[in-house]
């Protein structure tokens, strides 16, 4: 209805996705290629108002614009230390790796079974959404595909085509990152609820099915539920303790004051591509002048670590 496709409401598409280009590296990508397939979808209906989103995001990267001009290569210094094209390897080499990322996405392993293989990130007992959703998924793809000439079917699948896209040129070793593309939730959650939706429509028409269907989906919940939420306060503490670091900055602070200049030795265990991110978090060290090798960084020598 028009209610929904208020100014108001384009205003407010457009504030939070501009809000999310500051909230995590990815989303800086992601809001873009998401206001295209706004601008691309929406603006060819002459909704009244669809230019606010577009233009409220397009704000928000002046202002990244600005930030970023200040403070030369501050935004890619990350990415260029890990991105795929890290160690310099050739295009075709380049597409295999992006293309072994995308799809890792959208494997059943990463959405319903394990998740994240970080700890930190996810349990690791199911994945990162609930194995009852998968069903409401399918038929929420059936929905779209019958009104694939509506903006919501378009625009939900084509931002779900495109989510992982720049989590994909980071190097994870093969293994989706559920930080990265964290942007897909809000269309998978959204594509779940068109599923429920089109569920009921479909249980009214096929009287016999409304209650077998509602207690199906009542007891797959309950059931996951209640094992993911006992494992999660019983087993999970004990499998996660070893991916979680708590109060190793204050460890180092401590050392570090009592180090009275010596070199300090952080860990012959701990992960050295990690490591420093404690060290400077910790002793908020000057940042360099320029960018350097991780191997090489002048905080850490500063620091005699």
Not at 10 to 22: E, M, P, R, Y
Not at 94 to 107: C, H, K, T, V
Not at 134 to 155: I, Q, S, T, Y
Not at 273 to 291: D, K, N, T, V
């Amino acid at each position: 209805g028009e209610p929904l496709r208020s100014r108001a409401r384009f205003a407010g598409a457009g504030a939070f996705l501009a809000v999310s280009i500051f909230a995590y590296s990815t989303g800086r990508v992601e809001a873009l290629l998401f206001t295209v397939v706004f601008v691309a979808v929406f603006a060819r209906r002459r909704y009244s108002g669809w230019w606010l989103t577009p233009l409220l995001v397009g704000a928000g990267y002046v202002v990244l614009g600005v930030w970023a001009l200040q403070h030369p290569g501050a935004l890619t210094e990350e990415f260029n230390l890990r991105s795929i094209a890290a160690d310099g390897a050739p295009l075709g080499t380049l597409i295999g790796r992006w293309a072994g990322n995308y799809i890792s996405y959208f494997s059943p392993d990463f959405l319903f079974i394990h998740g994240d293989t970080n700890l930190r990130h996810n349990t690791g007992y199911a994945g990162m959404l609930a194995a009852i959703a998968a069903p409401l998924l399918l038929l929420g793809l059936v929905w779209c595909f019958r009104h694939r000439r509506e903006a919501l079917a378009k625009f939900v699948v084509l931002c779900l085509v495109l989510g992982p896209a720049s989590a994909a040129a980071i190097n994870n070793y093969g293994m989706p990152h559920s930080l990265r593309a964290a942007d897909m939730l809000p269309f998978w959650l959204l594509l779940a609820v068109i599923g429920l939706d089109e569920a009921r429509h479909l249980a009214a028409r096929i009287a016999p099915l409304r209650l077998t269907l509602a207690a199906s989906f009542a007891a797959g919940l309950l059931v996951q539920g209640s094992f993911y939420l006992v494992d999660m306060y019983t087993a999970y503490p004990v499998r996660s303790a070893v991916w979680f670091d708590d109060g190793l900055p204050a460890a180092i602070a401590a050392a570090w004051q009592r180090a009275d200049g010596h070199t300090m030795l952080v860990s012959t265990t701990f992960d050295t591509a990690s490591a420093y991110i404690y060290a400077e978090f910790a002793l908020l060290p000057p940042p360099p002048a320029r960018p350097a090798p991780l191997e090489d960084l002048p905080q850490l020598a500063a620091l005699r670590i």
